[in-house]
């Protein structure tokens, strides 16, 4: 059974750094039809995607927060790290990581998030 | 960076009618589009992958259309269960830059 949880702290500071952790099981990072994302979701909200790592450790970002997001794994560990520096109330969401499958072998765009983390709460306040 | 558009915002029916939601994308992005339902207090589940496969365990009443910038995710035949948020989701190439739409929202009329 494939599962993602996150974890991390549900209470941060403005101008703190959020590390989130995302450990799955039932895959293998190193898996290359097989990658994970973080998406978040301010209350009542729309979904809003963060950031992407590969298996093969290459990284993408969101266009607009990619100044303040590093991801990266721990294939060993199963594990998989978002750091967000400079946290503002804004920040305040339900953060999720989802694995994102690709239906091709040859690297197209045709993948989609499969499976997903229950999710985590996180709210930036003093 | 691409934009998803989705329409309506709101779409408000009754169970056993016919659900289409709509959802618009600045350029073409090919077959590449997913689409997602979420209820109140869950995480996003995967329904349609390439603009019209039904992932695993998904009931054959939901069905997806469209290529290049037009998609459609079609409802047959509601089920009281269906009342949730769908939004749509792509994936530009290269730089790997995934957007989602702003969602709809099938309410119970």
């Known amino acids: 059974q494939v599962t993602l949880k996150e974890s991390g702290p549900v209470l941060v500071k403005p101008t703190e750094t959020l590390t989130l952790t995302c450990t799955v099981s039932?895959?293998?990072?190193?898996?290359?039809?097989?990658?994970v994302s973080w998406i978040r979701q301010p209350p009542g909200k729309a979904l809003e995607w963060l950031a992407h790592i590969f298996s093969n450790d290459e990284k993408s970002y969101s266009t607009s927060l990619k100044s303040r997001l590093t991801i990266s794994k721990d294939t060993s560990k199963s594990q998989v790290v978002l750091t967000m520096t400079n946290m503002d109330p804004v920040d305040t969401a339900t953060y999720y990581c989802?694995?994102?499958?690709?239906?091709?072998?040859?690297?197209?765009?045709?993948?989609?998030?499969?499976?997903w983390g229950q999710g985590t709460m996180v709210t930036v306040s003093s | 960076e691409i934009v998803l558009t989705q329409s309506p915002a709101t779409l408000s029916l009754s169970p056993g009618e016919r659900a289409t939601l709509s959802c618009r994308a600045s350029q073409s992005v090919s077959s590449y589009l997913a689409w997602y339902q979420q209820k109140p207090g869950q995480a996003p589940r995967l329904l349609i992958y390439?603009?019209?496969n039904r992932a695993t365990g998904i009931p054959a009443r939901f069905s997806g259309s469209g290529s290049g910038t037009d998609f459609t995710l079609t409802i047959s035949s509601l089920e009281p269960e269906d009342f949730a948020v769908y939004y749509c989701?792509?994936?530009?190439?290269?730089?790997?830059?995934?957007?989602f739409g702003q969602g709809t929202k099938l309410e119970i009329k």
């Open positions: 989701q792509q994936r530009s190439n290269w730089p790997p830059l995934y957007t």
């Open positions: 989802a694995r994102v499958y690709y239906y091709d072998s040859s690297g197209s765009q045709n993948d989609a998030f499969d499976i």
């Open positions: 039932g895959f293998s990072l190193s898996n290359a039809r097989m990658g």
């Open positions: 390439d603009a019209s």
